[in-house]
């Protein structure tokens, strides 16, 4: 079993719509979530940072941290072409860097 | 946020050559940084992580002798490509940890190829 699971997708939406993407993971170790952005042809971006457990906006997009239940969310709302891309989760211990990544999400978001 | 940048952005080189690749954290110090390997349509693999002025820790399978990794200092970590052969051809990305919060933040990469 992988440490990280994420659904690889393809996800395609119509312009507008709410995404949700997912990750769950096994270690509960896992202290600090992130969610990255990664055009093609690019380095992922980072989009969202969290620790612990609890929700973050930033302007469309929310990070959701479960971890009760080792799961962890990003929704963007009002979906935008431009925000089609791969979406890669992430997490790293406490005390340490030690960084697993899901296997990413590809969004297409159509006008 | 805080920038990495990453030099070159693509190279192509002749089989047999070695090739370095440059990370470097431009405005915030980075105790710890990693590298990557992107295969297409595959998640990042990572290869290595290393900490300024100590030796670099390699994942399993990653041949040492064959991707060496300096981490001269707190802002500047490169890869080498020694003796590079087609295989290697990929990209390559760079991450750096923002000292004290672990946050990482990434290269923009390095595309790779190998004739």
């Known amino acids: 079993q992988k440490e990280v699971e994420q659904d690889p997708g393809p996800l395609s939406v119509p312009e507008g719509a709410i995404v949700s993407l997912n990750c769950t993971y096994s270690?509960?170790?896992?202290?600090?979530f992130m969610w990255y952005r990664q055009y093609s042809r690019k380095g992922p971006e980072l989009l969202m940072y969290?620790?612990?457990?609890g929700n973050k906006e930033d302007g469309r997009f929310t990070a959701q941290v479960d971890k009760s239940s080792k799961y962890i969310s990003l929704f963007i709302r009002d979906s935008q072409p431009s925000d089609s891309a791969t979406y890669l989760c992430?997490?790293?211990?406490?005390?340490?860097?030690?960084?697993?990544f899901g296997a990413g999400t590809r969004l297409t978001v159509k006008p | 946020g805080a920038v990495v940048s990453q030099h070159p952005s693509w190279v192509i080189c002749k089989s047999g050559t070695s090739v370095k690749i440059e990370c470097r954290s431009l405005?915030?110090?980075?105790?710890?940084m990693f590298w990557y390997r992107q295969f297409p349509k595959q998640s990042l693999m990572l290869m290595a992580t290393?900490?300024?002025?100590?030796?670099?820790?390699?994942e399993q399978g990653v041949e040492k002798d064959k991707f060496l990794i300096n981490h001269a200092s707190l802002t500047l970590s490169t890869l080498t490509v020694t003796s590079a052969h087609p295989e290697d051809s990929s990209f390559y990305i760079c991450?750096?940890?923002?000292?004290?919060?672990?946050?990482?933040?990434f290269g923009e990469g390095s595309r790779l190829t190998v004739l």
């Open positions: 270690n509960s170790a896992f202290q600090y």
């Open positions: 992430a997490m790293i211990l406490n005390n340490n860097n030690d960084m697993r």
């Open positions: 405005d915030f110090q980075a105790t710890t």
């Open positions: 969290t620790y612990s457990s």
């Open positions: 991450s750096a940890s923002y000292r004290g919060t672990g946050e990482l933040f």
């Open positions: 290393s900490n300024e002025g100590s030796k670099a820790t390699y």
